[in-house]
Structure formats: structure tokens, C-alpha cells
């Protein structure tokens, strides 16, 4: 470990998703000193243009929309102290059923062992020693998280000489609770969470008949399930404040109507699901790095 840092290496789908479920480790680990990564796989083209457009209507620019979303995701990885920021451009395939999943260069639609090439490179290059993605249903069934899941452990086969401690982030079943009792509090339901409309799943304005809204695939896990809680809350404002940075999407991230203080208490504490390990490390943890240090 001398001629190199602790590293981390976070794979999110598109701008945001770094503050929604690892803005607190990604500032927690910067400020201790550990070398933070982010690769962000898409280009956020199908979420909301200026003044809430949506993908479909009219007015919305997907490249206009990427080309925003790349300045603030930008400037979140300067509040959370991100080190390096990578960026793989594929197309943002939006939700699943959209017609974006199948468009030429979507993240969807690309062969895994390509994304999983072009990854395995910043593996090599970063040789991180913990590596954070989404689970194997993308936490709710989202066409790119998928994606994302597929191509890291399609990676981790490409690079068989590092052993990187890696996890797949989670909620526990006890905190949904009290996610789903937030939102009804503040006037949110799951459908406009996730970017749908009870209609239709097809993004607004696009042509031909609505589709159903598919039933959402099980979210988190029970508690006992759950292996590592990494007390996240002395990073709250630092979250809360990358999430603002992606102003553009404001309608669409429900946790910003909480303030501050409330959304530190509701999203304090960051879990995970261990899936690789060679330190041995003792279950549940605290910390993504025990073992390591």
C-alpha cells in the first residue's frame, strides 16, 4: 500500500445517483484522506431539461440536458471531494420500457463485455481496494443501474489480479419504512420518485399507445441481511448539498424538500450488502475499509 493510497471507486448510472446513495461515504472517505473515484456511465440525457421538461416534450434538448448535467455533477464531486471523476458517456437509457432503452449508444442496449472492457481499464488504472455498485435488480429495476451492476462484475473478471473489497449498496427494510412514511409526509409517492407516472412508463409526449407501469421488483433487504452500516451523518449537509447541485433535477429528488437537518437524520447512515472480500473482516461492519487499515 506505500507507493499508493487507499482507494475507492464508486460505478453510478447517471449524475446524482453518487449523492443518493454514497454522497455521505464518498465525503467521509475524501476527508480521511482515502482517494475517492467516481465513474458515471451515462449522460443523464433523458432527465428533466430547464423548467421541467421532460424527455418527449417539447423544448427538451437530450443534448442540451447532458451537457447541464455534466456541470453539475461536476460540481458535486467538488462538495463531496471527489478526486477523480470518470465519465463513459454511454446514453441514458431511461426508465425501463422506454424507447431509449433500445436508441443506438444507449447503456442498455451496449454489449456488456464492451462497458465491462472500458472499466476493467480504470480498474487497472485505479486499483481500488473498495468498489461500490448497485445491486443486481439496480436497487429498483432501473434499466441503467442494471447495467451498471453488469458491467463492474464483468469487470472485476477482467482484472483477476485485483481483489478489491466490493459491495452493492442497499436499504435496510427498517429505514424503507420510514422512507415511504417521509415521502407520504411530504406529499411524494413512489411513481414520481422513481420518474414515472401512475399512466404510463413511456416518458411524456411520446408517440403511441401507453404502457403499463411494471411492478416494482423488491427494494432492500431485511436488516439481518444487511452487512455494513457506515455512520455517515457528520456528512449530511455535504450530501444533502451535492444532491442541490444537481439543480436541474430538483423536481424529481424528493429528498431536497426535507431540509437539511431531517434529511441527515433520514439518510445518515449508508448500507451496504459485502459481496467480495479477502480481508476476512468481521460482519456486520461500520466501516468499508476494515480490514484494509
Known sequence: MADRPLTLMAVHAHPDDEATGTGGVLARYAAEGIRTVLVTCTDGACGDG?????????????????ALRRKELEASCRILGVDHLELLEYGDSG??????????????????????ARLAELLHHYRPDVLVTYDENGFYGHPDHIQANRITMA???????????????????????????????????????AGETPESSEPAGEAGEAAAVPELPPIGLPD???????????????????????????????FLRMGKERFTELMGTETFVRVRDTTGAALPEEDLFAGLR
Open 50 to 66: 430547464p423548467g421541467g421538461v421532460k424527455p418527449g416534450e417539447d423544448g427538451h434538448d437530450p443534448a442540451a440536458v447532458a
Open 224 to 254: 439481518e441481511e444487511v452487512t455494513t452500516w457506515v455512520d455517515t451523518h457528520a456528512w449530511g449537509g455535504r450530501k444533502y448539498d451535492a444532491l442541490a447541485a444537481h439543480a436541474s433535477q430538483g423536481e424529481n429528488i424528493f
Open 95 to 116: 426508465m425501463m420500457g422506454w424507447a431509449a432503452n433500445d436508441a443506438p449508444g444507449s447503456f442498455w442496449s451496449t454489449p456488456v463485455a464492451d462497458g465491462a
Open 155 to 193: 469487470a472485476l473478471e477482467l482484472a483477476p489480479g485485483l481483489t478489491p473489497k466490493v459491495y452493492w449498496t442497499t436499504a435496510p427494510h427498517s429505514s424503507m419504512k420510514r422512507f415511504f412514511e417521509a415521502m407520504q409526509e411530504f406529499g411524494t409517492d413512489w411513481d414520481e420518485q
